[in-house]
């Protein structure tokens, strides 16, 4: 097998591409190495890497002739960095991701497999069920839904098979600790590591699903090798634990020394997972506990 996993130097990407290459798949990397809150990208030796951006279609696009599967992952993937600069965000999640799935359907990819987010949720009641109306509260989440759309419009007009993954919080190895807006369980631990207190926006009270990056792999090889009827396809899918957990929680799972900081706008209260689509069509399930993971990390 050959893929191509775009943004495979980073927090998730990475992870993938040394899951691929442990299963000895070829595995071509585009990665440009953007994301503001990675202190360190990880390229595996084993893949053939190349430090480009995925806009780029003039210098990616030969990159995915002979790929059976794309998993597409490049993305700006913070709320606030795009809340920020929001034509940064819909340049690189929404023009980026139409690049990626034009590139993948004129070199007859079998399937391109997109990463999205639980913020298109917004304000709807949890649990987050796939059949629930978007509700974009930012930027980010804007950008990333108009990816979704353009992968379900490559389904049913091209018929490029596309897979859609609604990812909700997640942690694990590699995950981002630079600056503010860096995954929450990553700043708590680079906090506790240089001894200082640990900060929690809002009252803390805020709740959250968090799925470990291992699970969140193993539903990509999952789907990717997964015989589905063709009525699956151009479909999204949640990635989740199926369990939410406070903000304050998982502060005093890691320190007692905590302070709380102003609350940020275009944030939901609670998100929490419908898993139960995925468990269905292609069998995954999660695996790891966020709890017992900080425990055995801290």
Known sequence: MRALVTGGAGFIGSNLVDKLVSMNWQVVVIDNES?????????????????????????????????????????????????????????????????????????NVRKVIYSSTSSAYGLNKYPNY??????????????????????????NLYGLKTIIFRYFNVYGERSPTTGQYAPVIGIFLRQKNNNEPLTIVGDGEQRRDFVHV?????AN?????????????GMTYNVGSGENISILEIAKLISNEYVHISPREGEARTTLACIDKAKNVFGWQPKHNVKTWIEENK
Not at 214 to 218: F, K, S
Not at 221 to 233: F, H, I, P, Q, T
């Open 35 to 107: 994301a503001e809150c990675n202190e360190k990208f990880y390229w595996n030796e084993k893949a053939e890497n190349h430090k480009l951006d995925i806009c780029d279609y003039k210098f990616t696009r030969d990159l995915y002739d002979d790929v059976d599967y794309v998993f597409h992952l490049a993305a700006e993937s913070r709320l606030q960095s795009a809340i920020e600069n929001p034509i940064n965000a819909v340049t690189k999640n929404a023009v980026g991701t139409c690049i990626v799935l034009q590139c993948a359907r004129e070199a």
């Open 221 to 233: 090889v999952m789907v990717a090798l997964a015989n589905l009827d063709d009525e699956s396809y």
């Open 130 to 155: 796939e059949t629930d109306p978007n509700d974009c509260l930012n930027p980010y989440s804007v950008s990333k839904v108009s990816g979704e759309e353009l992968c379900k419009l490559y389904t």
């Open 214 to 218: 291992q699970d969140v792999i193993n």
